[in-house]
């Protein structure tokens, strides 16, 4: 019962980041799947993808009601992302865990670095 509480728990701020910042819930489930839900770290990025995959469809809709969506712009940027998706999905299993723990903590500093500058 407590496991469950935790992964609902991990969902609910999960989707509150990825709705309120448009993005990060990523940066929420990864530690908490791999810290909290002792999940493996290929495993944990690989979850926290698919559970990431309908809230970006929720808000979306969302922000597309809201005519806060610049198609133009997204069109263009999801054909790179599409394609750096494929080749990083492919690349996960080739990357040792603690090597991956390393670049995602990068990125993750890097985005808070950026964000406090």
Known sequence: MKRV???LISGLVTG???GLFGAGGGMVAVPAMIHILDMDE???HATAL???FPLSIISTIIYFKSRLVAWDITWKVALGSTIGGFIGAKLLKKIPANILRKIFAIFMIAAAVRMII
């Open 50 to 52: 698919a559970v990431i």
């Open 42 to 44: 290929h495993e944990a």
């Open 5 to 7: 509480l935790f992964i």
């Open 16 to 18: 509150l980041c990825n």
